[in-house]
């Protein structure tokens, strides 16, 4: 096959770039917004300032929402983490005849339109009185963010030899301690890539939040849907910016942890 | 006259005769878990007719099998042939269809894997990525909740062992293949169990390493009275290492006896084509006054006794090795033309035409040793063998009648 295929010309290079900015350029007009005029929302901002991110520090309401996001987030992380990490492993490690089901069923999150699987847990929380409660919000967010936890590990079992377990075995070790002392450090990598993941699943997740919350349980993404319909606060463009700051961290924190793991030194 | 009958020669003929007769002595009619049930005694690990099957599929056919304390026995055979299977079975990685496993006289078939205090040493070394080397050998001590000082005493005591505490800092993937084998062997050893298992260790590595690695390996085994079980599909490796070897083929122990044995008293046609080059020759068994002989039309070959009746069908087997050669005719001698003739350093390698009889010829191989004298065969010469080094066994097909070409086997 010729290389002239995949030498990038100015062209094709020109092209990429313009899709690229297509894609991104709505998202990164709330940057310059936000350090612009504290009053309307108007672009180009005429004057310079970081007088909105003033008005979002004294906000209390704003602030509520992000610690709750926030707190969110990291339960529904970790209860997502150590039900996706032991899953699977053991479906991994299966030779059951039944594994793709199972691989299928615990994928549905993912797969199912997320209105569908938030009416889903609305109907079923309001039966059981989880609704506008922080812990149902926390359950339904680890049920959501479950599957990216689950593919980042069962990918990452591809690199855990099970000669490994079998030799610490022989040795002496129960299947419990080679687990965590040799099975759990192999997966790191992949652990926190999907933990990290499904942190930003939760944080940005607004129709499953909106669905179960109450005055007191408004996520961020939740407060700015309301905000934009209602007064149009210009401190949404703080909050938008802050958002897309973090979301870019995280990927590529957890882009560069998979990359890595994918070469073995 | 002959050319490799001198004293050190005579001296292995004679051993290799009481050894058989041993081996006979050993096989009086008696099933063979008996027989293994009998050198119980001072067994490390007893294998009670245990067998494995996956579905309609059997790994392991009924097997017994009994390893002193401080042997060194070595599975050999052929790819599939059921070798790690009875190695996982005995480490309790897999559960038998049938059977029991004693090691020190305690039941362990229904033992979790690591309650039965083995070592064991893997093809692909199994070393732990995410730890360096004295992490990785410190492994089973800390297991066993080891004081760290008496941690750190064994792990140099066993690195020193395999030469390698310069390195202990270091991540497998920062050493060589060799090195890893080392830090395998160095885990295996360092909680110093009675019994260590190696599923073809040296599989992975070259030619010169392996010799050293052997010997390595050996050394260890003797010098710290370990028992161990290693896997092998190379027969000089299983030779030249071990106390005894067992041959398996299609999920059986085809025979198991010291390396003399099983090479120069092969039991069946396959193992004397696994461990080596054979000459076989097809009659049928014929008694003389001065013993057992193969007649191959009307010519009679000097056999040691077998398990056969007159008139049976049987191949003879000798080893190049033990082929006596000679310039002139000999009572009993066999007349040959060289086709090809080869020196190897101290040994020369002959292949020959024999004529065993007015009508059939048949090639055969010679290993002789070297000698400053040693003329060059040009044309004809003469050749035997000492009846002991001569095995009969059953044949499975009739010899043909009397033809040129040979039984295709
Ligand atoms: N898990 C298994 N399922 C089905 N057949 C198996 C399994 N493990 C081994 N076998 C079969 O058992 C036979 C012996 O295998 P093995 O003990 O691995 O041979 P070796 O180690 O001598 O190469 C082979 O024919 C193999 O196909
Ligand atoms: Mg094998």
């Known amino acids: 096959m010729s ?44 004057v310079w300032s970081v007088r909105i991110y003033n008005q979002l520090w004294a906000d209390a309401a704003w602030l509520n929402s992000a610690t709750l996001s926030l707190r969110i987030g990291l339960a529904s992380t970790v209860l997502a983490t150590c039900i996706a990490v032991p899953a699977a492993y053991g479906l991994y490690r299966s030779s059951s005849a039944i594994r793709q089901l199972v691989y299928g069923l615990f994928m549905t999150p993912a797969v199912v339109p997320v209105v569908v699987l938030a009416l889903g847990i609305y109907l079923y929380f309001v039966r059981i009185g989880l609704v506008g409660r922080e812990v149902g919000l926390v359950v339904a967010h680890a049920v959501y963010a479950f599957p990216f936890v689950f593919a980042a590990v069962l990918s990452g079992m591809k690199d855990v030899d099970q000669n490994l377990e079998r030799a610490a075995h022989v040795m002496g070790a ?49 407060r700015m849907f309301q905000s934009v319909r209602w007064d149009s606060t210009p401190i949404l463009a703080a909050v938008s910016t802050l958002l897309t700051v ?18 073995p030194s | 006259m002959s050319l490799n009958d001198d004293q050190t020669f005579r001296q292995r003929h004679v051993l290799h005769a009481l050894l058989r007769t041993a081996h006979k002595l050993r096989q ?41 304390a401080g ?76 004081a760290s000082q008496e941690i750190k005493k064994r792990v140099d005591d066993a690195l020193g062992a ?131 002989n193969v007649d191959i039309d009307g010519n009679l070959l000097p056999a040691s006794p077998g398990p056969l009746k007159d008139g049976d069908p049987a191949d003879l087997i000798v080893r190049p090795e033990n082929i006596i050669v000679s310039h002139d005719p000999r009572r009993g001698f ?38 400053p004298h040693m003329p060059s065969f040009e044309g004809t010469f003469w050749f035997g063998w000492n009846r002991e080094d001569a095995t009969v066994i059953p044949a499975l097909q009739l010899p043909l009648a009397s033809h040129q070409d040979q039984p295709g086997r």
């Open chain 1, 3 to 46: 290389t002239k295929l995949f030498k990038a010309s100015w062209t094709t290079t020109l092209f990429s770039w313009s899709v690229l900015a297509f894609l991104l350029l709505p998202t990164l007009i709330v940057i310059p917004l936000s350090f612009g005029d504290p009053v309307e929302l108007v672009f180009p901002p005429p």
């Open chain 1, 174 to 222: 129960s299947h419990f301690y080679a687990f965590i002392h040799i099975v759990l450090p192999l997966l790191a990598r992949s652990i926190t890539a999907g933990a990290l993941f499904a942190f930003l699943m939760s944080f940005d997740e607004t129709v499953i939040a909106y669905f179960l919350a109450s005055t007191e349980m408004t996520t961020l993404p939740v």
């Open chain 1, 246 to 263: 973090l979301s870019f961290a995280i990927c590529m924190v957890a882009g560069i942890g998979l990359a890595r793991k994918s070469k």
């Open chain 2, 28 to 68: 009086i009619s008696y099933p063979s878990y008996m027989l293994e049930m009998g050198r119980h005694n001072m067994s490390n690990l007893l294998v009670d007719r245990v067998s494995k099957k996956y579905g309609t599929v059997t790994a392991l056919h009924e097997t017994s099998l009994s390893v002193d």
């Open chain 2, 71 to 146: 042997e060194f026995l070595t599975l050999l055979g052929p790819s599939g042939s059921g070798k790690s299977t009875l190695l996982n079975l005995i480490c309790g990685l897999i559960d038998p269809s049938s059977g029991r496993i004693l090691i020190d006289d305690r039941d362990v078939t229904r033992e979790a894997m690591n309650k039965r205090g083995l070592g064991m040493v893997f093809q692909n070394y199994a070393l732990f990525p995410h730890m360096d080397v004295r992490a990785n050998v410190s492994f089973p001590l800390k297991v066993r909740k080891f």
């Open chain 2, 162 to 292: 395999v030469q390698l505490l310069h390195l202990a800092d270091r991540k497998p993937a920062n050493i060589s293949g060799g090195q890893q084998q080392r830090v395998s062997l160095a885990r295996a050893l360092v909680y110093q169990p009675k019994l260590i298992l190696l599923d073809e260790p040296l599989g992975a590595l070259d030619k010169n390493l392996r010799a050293d690695m052997q010997y390595h390996i050996k050394q260890l085994q003797r010098e710290r009275g370990i028992t161990m079980i290693y896997v092998t599909h190379d027969q000089e490796e299983a030779l030249s290492m071990s106390d005894r070897v067992a041959i398996l083929s299609d999920g059986r122990i085809q025979q198991i006896g010291t390396p003399s044995e099983i090479y120069f008293n092969p039991t069946s046609l396959f193992c004397a084509k696994f461990l080596g080059e054979a000459n076989i020759f097809s009659g049928f068994v014929q008694s003389s006054a001065e013993g057992t």
């Open chain 2, 334 to 371: 066999i007349q040959a033309f060289v086709k090809e003739l080869a020196m190897v350093g101290s040994t020369v390698k002959i292949r020959a035409t024999a004529r065993l009889s007015e009508e059939r010829a048949q090639e055969i191989t010679i290993q002789t040793l070297n000698r």
